[in-house]
């Protein structure tokens, strides 16, 4: 028999917990945001990885596009 204690990471990261105080906060009156804002942290850190990816497929365009210019 194995006594290896297996422990697994993960949980509520920053984004989750601001979305929870912002949720909070939205509901009890405190803030009067867009829930545009107050879902902001579950949705800007996607938009800011889908945007590199758009950046890195443009620059490795153009390099393979210069490439084939001058081969």
């Given at each position: 028999?194995?006594?290896?204690?297996?422990?697994?990471?993960?949980g509520?990261g920053?984004?989750?917990?601001?979305?929870?105080?912002?949720?909070?906060?939205?509901?009890c009156?405190?803030?009067?945001?867009?829930?545009?804002?107050?879902?902001?942290?579950?949705?800007?850190?996607?938009?800011?990885f889908?945007?590199?990816?758009?950046?890195f497929?443009?620059i490795?365009?153009i390099?393979?596009?210069?490439?084939a210019?001058?081969?």
């Amino acid at each position: 028999m194995s006594d290896k204690i297996q422990v697994s990471g993960g949980g509520v990261g920053l984004g989750g917990l601001l979305f929870v105080a912002f949720l909070v906060m939205k509901l009890c009156g405190v803030i009067s945001w867009s829930w545009w804002w107050v879902c902001a942290p579950l949705w800007i850190p996607l938009a800011i990885f889908l945007a590199a990816i758009v950046i890195f497929v443009v620059i490795a365009g153009i390099v393979l596009a210069v490439k084939a210019a001058f081969s």
